[in-house]
């Protein structure tokens, strides 16, 4: 079975700086996917960034960006010039490819931009 | 243009009844799932459906019951509500096949037994 870890409970950053979030998995599979999600007070579930196993280059999207490290089995968020709005839960998820596809998620870190 | 839909958004109920969440996407996805966030945050995985067949079931109570009457639609009927069951429950849908695999989630469903 496939596991999910986020080591860090909450994380604080000063607005416009960058921070990033760790996450890490364990899996004997060669090829997945990997998910960060936002979930702000709002509750709504907000896909970041994703990325597929077997690419080599790292995502990116806009501000955010993640270092995916495949052999380490580590998939860390990078959240450049950061804003208010990005005040939120994060979550790191895993996905297997197939029809039994469904996504483990980490427990989660909560993200406090200050102003 | 609601993409996943879910209703109601919040249901306060009292230990014992039987309630149902319902659950409607547009995206013409084939991929449906049932998620549940306890009250840490959590989530987990409750059920899946692909074309109204059930794919997953994680281990959930008997008094748990989705119903899948179509493709775009995935209903979740709880029966004997106990406390334990307050949560939130997420729907999303997917594409089984082809590049576009993300799940799309809805907007929740805080459920409060009391």
């Known amino acids: 079975a496939q596991t999910v870890t986020q080591s860090q409970p909450e994380m604080s950053v000063q607005e416009a700086e960058t921070v990033t979030l760790s996450c890490t998995y364990d899996?004997?599979?060669?090829?997945?996917?990997l998910f960060w999600y936002k979930q702000p007070p709002s509750r709504q579930m907000i896909l970041v960034i994703r990325?597929?196993?077997?690419?080599?280059q790292n995502a990116t999207e806009n501000r955010f960006s993640v270092n995916f490290q495949k052999a380490a089995k580590s998939f860390s968020l990078k959240i450049s010039d950061s804003q208010l709005g990005d005040t939120a839960m994060y979550f790191c998820a895993f996905m297997s490819t197939g029809a039994n596809s469904k996504l483990t998620f980490g427990k989660g870190i909560t993200l406090s931009v200050r102003p | 243009d609601t993409a996943v839909s879910q209703t109601p958004k919040y249901l306060v109920t009292q230990m014992g009844n039987d309630k149902s969440i319902k659950c409607e996407q547009n995206l013409g996805h084939d991929t449906m799932y049932w998620y549940k966030q306890d009250s840490k945050k959590f989530l987990k995985i409750m059920f899946s459906?692909?074309?109204?067949?059930?794919?997953i079931n994680e281990t959930v109570p008997n008094r748990f019951s989705p119903k899948s009457p179509d493709k775009a639609h995935l209903n979740l009927h709880i029966n004997s509500l106990e406390l334990g069951d307050s949560a939130v429950y997420f729907c999303?849908?997917?594409?089984?096949?082809?590049?576009?695999?993300?799940?799309?989630f809805g907007p929740g469903t805080r459920l409060t037994v009391t």
């Open positions: 899996t004997s599979e060669s090829n997945y996917y």
């Open positions: 459906y692909n074309n109204k067949e059930l794919i």
């Open positions: 990325q597929e196993a077997y690419k080599q």
């Open positions: 999303a849908s997917s594409q089984s096949s082809g590049s576009s695999y993300e799940q799309y």
